[in-house]
């Protein structure tokens, strides 16, 4: 759970929300799910970002999905709710509706699409963040949002009391060892395939993909390296990497994780929202015949 080392825990996974085949949320499969992902080595989740599929999941939605995993697991792992946005205004409601909703924390990721400037990201961040009590999480992930934390910016983000935390999704470690040691901010691997690189240059934990699957074993990576045992968390970690490659390694890791949880019976299907869509037959049996292999179903 929760620390000061680690206020949002060590394994949390960006959890997808389950549909209806007629494209409904389903909050039911959604505290299912969530239960098992804290059954199965999580003490965080995050809910409505990029897996979750925020961009096209509208604010009552989001806010009834978020109190209902509270209500299910809120006092066995912390629930992080996304609020990203490229309207800041928007972004401040999403953090407000969450924190009513029972949110724990919240997920900002830096304004896509509009590119701002430096200093449009640090306003856009401290509104936000100011908008609740809740703690914060920055999420940095040029590859979706173009625009990156500056070394300055994140200086300025962390003298902001609720600015706890960054999820990195940069694939940079050599910047992130500079960051963590000037920053004092507790850092999470935003790459399945890069958590040991991140834990090796002071990262605390993983917001995950492939947890949806491989949680209890990603966990005990993270406990393995904290003990010291550099060697058995590489080699279990190895043991994990064709989950990883399942989940992570198609470019679309919400699809792969909906069409492994519909196969594993862990949710009720795979239904998404337009422009997301649903695995076809080919993909479906492409994800059956590697969880088969990983040993996950017969």
């Given at each position: 759970?929760?620390?000061t080392a680690r206020p949002f825990g060590a394994l949390l996974t960006a959890m997808v929300t389950p549909m209806t085949p007629d494209g409904d949320v389903d909050v039911d499969a959604g505290v299912a799910?969530?239960?098992?992902?804290?059954?199965?080595?999580?003490?965080?989740?995050?809910?409505?970002?990029?897996?979750?599929?925020?961009?096209?999941?509208?604010?009552?939605?989001?806010?009834?999905?978020?109190?209902?995993?509270v209500e299910a697991v809120g006092d066995r792992a912390v629930v992080v709710a996304g609020a990203g946005s490229n309207d800041t205004v928007h972004a401040v409601r999403m953090a407000e509706q969450a924190?009513?909703?029972?949110?724990?924390?919240?997920?900002?990721?830096?304004?896509?699409?509009?590119?701002?400037?430096?200093?449009?990201?640090?306003?856009?961040?401290?509104?936000?963040?100011?908008?609740?009590?809740?703690?914060?999480?920055?999420?940095?992930?040029?590859?979706?949002?173009?625009?990156?934390?500056?070394?300055?910016?994140?200086?300025?983000?962390?003298?902001?009391?609720?600015?706890?935390?960054?999820?990195?999704?940069?694939?940079?470690?050599?910047?992130?060892?500079?960051?963590?040691?000037?920053?004092?901010?507790?850092?999470?691997?935003?790459?399945?395939?890069?958590?040991?690189?991140?834990?090796?240059?002071?990262?605390?934990?993983?917001?995950?993909?492939?947890?949806?699957?491989?949680?209890?074993?990603?966990?005990?990576?993270?406990?393995?390296?904290?003990?010291?045992?550099?060697?058995?968390?590489?080699?279990?970690?190895?043991?994990?990497?064709?989950?990883?490659?399942?989940?992570?390694?198609?470019?679309?890791?919400?699809?792969?994780?909906?069409?492994?949880?519909?196969?594993?019976?862990?949710?009720?299907?795979?239904?998404?929202?337009?422009?997301?869509?649903?695995?076809?037959?080919a993909e479906t049996e492409l994800v059956r015949t590697a969880l088969v292999a990983a040993g996950l179903m017969d």
């Open positions: 759970m929760a620390s799910l969530a239960r098992h992902l804290v059954e199965h080595g999580h003490d965080g989740i995050v809910l409505n970002g990029t897996t979750g599929e925020a961009p096209t999941t509208h604010a009552p939605e989001k806010a009834e999905l978020v109190r209902a995993v924190a009513d909703a029972g949110a724990h924390g919240v997920l900002v990721v830096t304004p896509y699409y509009s590119r701002p400037t430096q200093e449009g990201v640090y306003r856009h961040t401290v509104a936000v963040a100011d908008a609740t009590d809740l703690p914060v999480m920055l999420y940095d992930v040029p590859g979706r949002t173009v625009v990156r934390y500056s070394a300055e910016t994140l200086d300025r983000l962390a003298e902001h009391p609720r600015i706890v935390a960054v999820k990195d999704a940069t694939g940079d470690t050599q910047t992130a060892l500079k960051h963590i040691a000037r920053t004092g901010l507790a850092w999470y691997s935003g790459d399945d395939g890069l958590l040991l690189p991140f834990l090796s240059v002071g990262a605390v934990g993983l917001v995950s993909m492939a947890g949806h699957i491989a949680g209890d074993g990603l966990a005990e990576v993270i406990r393995r390296f904290d003990a010291g045992d550099v060697a058995g968390a590489r080699a279990r970690f190895v043991e994990l990497l064709p989950l990883v490659d399942l989940i992570c390694g198609s470019g679309n890791g919400a699809m792969r994780s909906k069409a492994a949880l519909a196969v594993l019976g862990l949710i009720p299907g795979a239904t998404m929202r337009l422009p997301q869509v649903a695995p076809d037959d």
